[in-house]
């Protein structure tokens, strides 16, 4: 039972490149999220997706798209790196209205 | 808006007890989450309050007062690992279940 994984777990880009952030979850969850975290703050919510088949925008989408492929997977595509998105990317699960979400290690990406 | 209040550093000497406070500006919700983060590490779940009072789980306990939108993590007889960032975050009442962070506080255990 791996729980969370992400991958990959850092990235340099050049600014215009595009790439992608995979997770995936073996927990059978139904909700997953997309976080940023920058240096010395806490986590914002960049997309989730409630249940297979459907997502949504959260606190700071712009420059991100998301696409949940099934129940385990949700990946989290940028399509022109910017500089301003340098951050630890952490994806999260959880079950329904359980109160406690699952977090994968992060993926550490340096836009230059 | 939406926001969370907490102190961005606390110092505190093992064996001691620290209390993380956390105030709140948001309706809402279903509780109060803490979680905690080591350095280069990811966030882990710790405690959560649904309802008011304290919820206790070893050494960690935490509080929740909706009429006052304050709630607290306390940490008992602490230990050198419990350095870390703490972060209190709440559950949005609608159908995404998603979490607002705060910016959290960092604790320091000296010896």
């Known amino acids: 039972n791996a729980g969370v994984t992400q991958t990959p777990k850092f990235q340099v880009l050049k600014t215009g490149q595009s790439m992608t952030l995979q997770c995936a979850q073996d927990?059978?969850?139904?909700?997953m999220y997309w976080y940023r975290q920058d240096p010395g703050m806490g986590l914002r919510l960049i997309y989730y997706?409630?249940?297979?088949?459907?997502?949504d925008k959260g606190e700071v989408p712009n420059g991100y798209n998301v696409s949940r492929l099934n129940k385990r997977e949700f990946s989290l595509r940028l399509e022109s790196a910017a500089p301003s998105q340098t951050s630890v990317y952490f994806c999260?699960?959880?079950?329904?209205?359980?109160?406690?979400?699952?977090f994968g290690p992060g993926t550490r990406l340096l836009v230059l | 808006g939406q926001s969370l209040e907490q102190p961005s550093e606390v110092t505190a000497v093992e064996g001691a007890i620290v209390q993380i406070n956390c105030t709140y500006q948001?309706?809402?919700?279903?509780?109060l989450s803490w979680y905690q983060q080591h350095d280069g590490g990811a966030p882990t779940f710790l405690s959560y309050?649904?309802?008011?009072g304290l919820e206790e789980t070893g050494r960690f306990s935490s509080f929740l007062s909706r009429s006052d939108s304050y709630g607290y993590l306390l940490l008992q007889e602490l230990q050198m690992k419990d350095s870390a960032s703490y972060f209190c975050?709440?559950?949005?009442?609608?159908?995404?279940?998603?979490?607002?962070f705060g910016s959290g506080t960092r604790l320091l255990v000296r010896p």
């Open positions: 948001t309706s809402g919700f279903y509780g």
């Open positions: 997706s409630a249940s297979e088949g459907t997502t």
């Open positions: 309050n649904g309802l008011d």
């Open positions: 927990m059978n969850h139904n909700s």
């Open positions: 999260a699960s959880m079950r329904g209205s359980q109160e406690t979400q699952y």
């Open positions: 975050a709440v559950t949005k009442a609608d159908s995404s279940y998603k979490l607002i």
